[in-house]
T-cell receptor
Framework: AQTVTQSQPEMSVQEAETVTLSCTYDTSENNYYLFWYKQPPSRQMILVIRQEAYKQQNATENRFSVNFQKAAKSFSLKISDSQLGDTAMYFCAFMKTGTYKYIFGTGTRLKVLA | GAGVSQSPSNKVTEKGKDVELRCDPISGHTALYWYRQRLGQGLEFLIYFQGNSAPDKSGLPSDRFSAERTGESVSTLTIQRTQQEDSAVYLC?????????????FGSGTRLTVV
């Protein structure tokens, strides 16, 4: 069975600074995807970034980038130039390729300070 | 519709009562999913619909939980004889089909509080 672990329940960062959120996972699968989702107070889950396991290149989306270490089963999210609107819960998630079911971590609450 | 719509947004119910939670997926999305998010936890998978059939109900925690879907449209999650441990946010999502789980769109959830 797959597991996803987020060991930082809460983090804070000053506006315009950079912060890194950690995620580790465990799987015996070789083909899968990893995700970071943002959940603001509105509760809607918003996809931040997605990484295909077969790709060695780390995914980036504007201010968001990941550090994907497949052998170490690590998938951290870096947020650059943090903005007040980045304040939210962030969830790391795993999905086996060709399936539909997410396995989520327990989340990291990020607060961006003015 | 433009997004996944869930109703009610919040629901407070007395222990032992039945509740129904509704999900309206994106038009044309054949796959629909329900997840539960307990306080301080990640999302837990409950059930997957492809059209109006549910090939995967493996996440339903007990026989008090059931769900149905009308065609490729609205789904209802029913919890009978609610217990305090059922208090959670129930999130619905849809995708073009079950093999494209990558392309989930989530709703904003229903926060259920059992008192």
């Amino acid at each position: 069975a797959q597991t996803v672990t987020q060991s930082q329940p809460e983090m804070s960062v000053q506006e315009a600074e950079t912060v890194t959120l950690s995620c580790t996972y465990d799987t015996s699968e070789n083909n899968y995807y990893l995700f970071w989702y943002k959940q603001p107070p509105s509760r809607q889950m918003i996809l931040v970034i997605r990484q295909e396991a077969y790709k060695q290149q780390n995914a980036t989306e504007n201010r968001f980038s990941v550090n994907f270490q497949k052998a170490a089963k690590s998938f951290s999210l870096k947020i650059s130039d943090s903005q007040l609107g980045d304040t939210a819960m962030y969830f790391c998630a795993f999905m086996k390729t060709g399936t539909y079911k997410y396995i989520f971590g327990t989340g990291t609450r990020l607060k961006v300070l003015a | 519709g433009a997004g996944v719509s869930q109703s009610p947004s919040n629901k407070v119910t007395e222990k032992g009562k039945d509740v129904e939670l509704r999900c309206d997926p994106i038009s044309g999305h054949t796959a629909l999913y329900w997840y539960r998010q307990r306080l301080g936890q990640g999302l837990e998978f409950l059930i997957y619909f492809q059209g109006n059939s549910a090939p995967d109900k493996s996440g339903l925690p007990s026989d008090r939980f059931s769900a149905e879907r009308t065609g490729e449209s609205v789904s209802t999650l029913t919890i009978q004889r609610t217990q305090q441990e059922d208090s959670a946010v129930y999130l619905c999502a849809s995708s073009p089909n079950g093999l494209q789980g990558l392309y989930y769109t989530f709703g904003s959830g229903t926060r259920l509080t059992v008192v």
